[in-house]
C-alpha cells in the first residue's frame, strides 16, 4: 500500500496526525569515493603515458564528493562495475575479471613482442632500422583509429607540441638504445640491467628534480644494484655494446618521466601516446638512414630475404611493430584500471615473465651465479616497488583526510 505524509490540511477525523520524522542528510552519512590523484612512479614502461594526464590541474582543483547510497556487504557493487547488478560476490566478478583479462593480455603481448624481436635479430642485425619499424607500425595503426573515429583525434596546437617533443627524444633514444642491447645480448641479460631503472629514477628526483628520496626508498635499491653486478658478471652473452646501450636506456626513460611530468595535458593516453609516436619516429628515422642505411642497401635486406624468404620477413617486420604498439597500448589502459601497488607488482612479474620465457624459447645457458643475481635484482625492484606505492598511498591518504 502506498504510503502517504499527512499534513494539518489533510488530516482524518480520529486520527493521529502523521508526520515521517525529517532526517538530515549529512557528508557523513554516506562514504565518501576519492579517487586516488597524484604523481605516478616512473620505473614502468608505458606507466609514463599516465604521468602525461592533468593530475597537477585535479589537485589544485576543489575537492568533490561523490555521494553514493549505502550497500550491505552482500549486496554492494564491485568497484569499477557499471551497476549493482552486474556485480558478483567474491573474487569473479565483473570487474576483476576484466582486470584480469588486461593483464593476461599485457604480458602476453609483451612476452610474444620480445621473443619476435629477438627472432628477427638473430637474421636481421639492424637495431635502428628494425626500431622504425616498430614506430611506422604503430603510426600507421594510430592514423587508421583516427580516421575511423576510435578514438577521436585530440587536436594539439604549437604549446602541446613544444612539450611533447622532449618526451617523444627521450622515448625514441630510449627506445633505439634498448633495441640495439636487445640485439646484442640476451633478452633476459637486457631486461636485467633494465631492472636498474627505478635507481636511475631515484636518482633523478633526488638530484635533478630536488624531491628528498627517504632512506628506506635508497636501501632497497641495494639489492638492485647488487644483482645486477653480479648476473653482469658472469652473463655469458655479455659485452659492452649491450651493456651501455641498456644503461642509455635506463637513463633515456629517466628523462623521459621528467619531462613528462613537465608535460601535462588535458588529453587522453591513447592521443598522447599517438602524437608521442609520431615525432619519435621523425626523430628515429634520420639515425636509422645515416647508420645503417648503407649497409641495409648493399646486403642488409637481400640476406635477411636470402635467409627466410620475403613473405616471413615482411610478415615479421608488420607483427613485431603491431605487437610493440599493442603492448604498449594494454600496458596503459591495464594501469589506469589499477592501484599504484598493484601496478607496481606487475610490472615486477611482467619483467620475471619475459627473462624467464625468453630463457625458455631461445635455450640461453645463464650461469649459476648470473641467475642469483637476476632474481636478486627483480626481488630488489619488487621491494623499492612496494615501499614507494605504499608512501604514495599514505600521501594520497593524508591529503584526503
Not at 547510497?69 to 567474491?90: I, L, N, Q, R
Request: charged content about 15%; some cysteine.
Amino acid at each position: 500500500m502506498e504510503s502517504r505524509v499527512l499534513t494539518g490540511a489533510t488530516a482524518i477525523r480520529g486520527l493521529p496526525l502523521l508526520r515521517k520524522p525529517v532526517v538530515k542528510l549529512t557528508a557523513a552519512s554516506f562514504p565518501t569515493v576519492a579517487k586516488p590523484i597524484g604523481a605516478v612512479s616512473g620505473g614502468a614502461n608505458l606507466i609514463w603515458g599516465r604521468q602525461l594526464r592533468p593530475a597537477i590541474l585535479l589537485e589544485a582543483s576543489p575537492k568533490r564528493e561523490s555521494i553514493k547510497p549505502c550497500f550491505t556487504a552482500a549486496s554492494s557493487p564491485a568497484e569499477g562495475s557499471d551497476s549493482a547488478g552486474d556485480a558478483k560476490v567474491g573474487f569473479f566478478n565483473k570487474a576483476t575479471l576484466i582486470t584480469g583479462f588486461f593483464f593476461f593480455m599485457w604480458y602476453f603481448l609483451n612476452v610474444i613482442f620480445n621473443i619476435l624481436n629477438k627472432k628477427i635479430y638473430n637474421y636481421f642485425p639492424y637495431p635502428y632500422f628494425v626500431s622504425v619499424i616498430h614506430l611506422a607500425v604503430g603510426v600507421v595503426y594510430c592514423l587508421i583509429s583516427w580516421t575511423v573515429g576510435l578514438p577521436k583525434r585530440a587536436p594539439i596546437d604549437s604549446t602541446q607540441l613544444k612539450l611533447l617533443t622532449p618526451v617523444a627524444f627521450c622515448h625514441a633514444l630510449g627506445h633505439v638504445t634498448s633495441n640495439v642491447s636487445f640485439a646484442a645480448v640476451a633478452v633476459s641479460f637486457t631486461h636485467t640491467i633494465k631492472a636498474l631503472e627505478p635507481f636511475f629514477n631515484a636518482s633523478a628526483s633526488q638530484f635533478i628534480l630536488g624531491q628528498q628520496i627517504p632512506l628506506a626508498l635508497w636501501l632497497s635499491l641495494a639489492p638492485v644494484v647488487l644483482g645486477v653486478s653480479m648476473a653482469s658478471l658472469t652473463e655469458l652473452s655479455f659485452n659492452w655494446l649491450g651493456f651501455i646501450s641498456a644503461m642509455i636506456s635506463n637513463i633515456s626513460f629517466t628523462y623521459r618521466s621528467i619531462y613528462s611530468k613537465k608535460a601535462m595535458t588535458d588529453m587522453d593516453s591513447t592521443n598522447v601516446y599517438a602524437y608521442i609516436s609520431i615525432i619519435a619516429l621523425i626523430v628515429c628515422i634520420p639515425p636509422a638512414i645515416i647508420i645503417e642505411g648503407p649497409q641495409l642497401l648493399q646486403h642488409g635486406f637481400a640476406d635477411a630475404i636470402a635467409k627466410v624468404g620475403l613473405t616471413k620477413f615482411v610478415t615479421d617486420l608488420f607483427w613485431v611493430g603491431m605487437f610493440y604498439h599493442l603492448y604498449n597500448q594494454v600496458a596503459t589502459n591495464t594501469l589506469e584500471r589499477v592501484a599504484p601497488l598493484t601496478h607496481a607488482v606487475g610490472n615486477v612479474l611482467k619483467r620475471v615473465f619475459v627473462i624467464g620465457f625468453s630463457i625458455i624459447v631461445f635455450g640461453n645457458k645463464i650461469s649459476t651465479q648470473t641467475g642469483i643475481g637476476t632474481c636478486i635484482a627483480i626481488a630488489g625492484v619488487a621491494l623499492y616497488s612496494f615501499i614507494k606505492a605504499k608512501m604514495e598511498e599514505e600521501k594520497r591518504q593524508k591529503k584526503a583526510a
